[in-house]
């Protein structure tokens, strides 16, 4: 969001109107949420979202627009998040789990020249909205969004849809930058692989 | 020259430009005569393209926490 829209925005804030609030609420707690599940873990991620608004609405006079709007929603989430429920990192981001439909890994290629031994299938759609008019194929995605490790998948919807910068990935969640990007290729790839399966079987 | 496998090891950090200048060029160089890779990074494009309008889950309870949060603020005031 522009900075003006922020300027616009935060003064109706500060004066305590509710529309305002359901205009703030909608465009950035999923973006809040992804964050709280990255540090928290699904468990406590409601109740940090929950701590971040108070957290939030108390601090509003203090925001100075140095930072966007957004940046500064994540940060104060990011730190609720920390305060309480910081999870023991390393055993997550040895963590990872296997994925339905796998991954594009070591067997697609072959050991002798390393060059594709299954190659890519291709897929039926060549746009985004052709892809998720198949209610399957959304579903698919989103069951397999879930199936990666609380890391993986808000390092992707921080990337993917909330369109985060990876340096800003890496502070928010206190990872370095080669993490965040094993993480968000790891991610790719499994999400890569239920799109084939997908568009190869017409099944999830 | 890239091998597929190498091609796809770094295809995320291609996406995100996270690669040197040197091996971005590489992997033009493997993408300009490698048609599977080519396929496989239009399609890793695509996914992106689709990730980012996917729908989100809508938020519950929008009114009632902007609700709370409307008064929280006009209490503070």
Redesign the interface.
Same mark, same amino acid.
């Given at each position: 969001m522009a900075v003006a829209d922020d300027a616009h925005l935060l003064e109706r804030l500060l004066k305590g109107e509710q529309r305002a609030y359901k205009e703030l609420v909608s465009q950035y707690q999923s973006a809040m949420r992804a964050v709280a599940y990255a540090i928290a873990g699904q468990r406590h991620a409601d109740e940090v979202v929950q701590d971040a608004w108070l957290s939030v609405v108390r601090n509003l006079p203090k925001f100075e627009g140095r930072s966007s709007l957004k940046t500064w929603l994540l940060t104060i989430t990011a730190n609720a998040a920390k305060s309480r429920y910081k999870q023991n990192r390393r055993e997550v981001l040895l963590d990872d789990l296997p994925s339905p439909h796998g991954t594009i890994g070591d067997e697609r290629f072959s050991a002798d020249d390393g060059h594709w031994a299954v190659a890519p299938f291709a897929w039926h759609q060549d746009t985004p909205e052709a892809l998720l008019t198949e209610d399957e194929l959304r579903k698919c995605l989103e069951h397999t969004l879930l199936s990666l490790s609380e890391l993986q998948s808000s390092v992707l919807v921080l990337r993917e849809r909330q369109g985060l910068e990876l340096e800003e990935i890496c502070n928010l969640l206190t990872l370095s930058l080669s993490n965040v990007r094993v993480l968000l290729h790891r991610a790719r790839l499994k999400v890569f692989a239920t799109v084939e399966h997908f568009e190869e079987t017409g099944e999830c | 020259m890239l091998?597929?496998? %190498?091609q !796809? +090891?770094r295809?995320? =950090?291609f996406l =995100?430009g &996270?690669l040197t200048f040197r091996e971005r060029l590489l992997v033009r160089h493997h993408l300009m005569f490698c048609p599977?890779?080519r396929?496989?990074i239009r &399609?890793?494009r /695509?996914? &992106? +393209?689709?990730?980012?309008?996917?729908?989100? +889950?809508p !938020?519950q309870d !929008? @009114?009632a /926490? +902007? %609700?709370r /949060?409307?008064? %929280?603020?006009?209490k @503070?005031?």
């Open positions: - | 091998t597929c496998k %190498e !796809v +090891a295809s995320s =950090d =995100d &996270q599977n890779c396929r496989f &399609q890793m /695509l996914l &992106q +393209a689709t990730l980012r309008i996917m729908p989100q +889950a !938020v !929008v @009114d /926490l +902007a %609700e /949060l409307a008064a %929280e603020r006009r @503070d005031q």
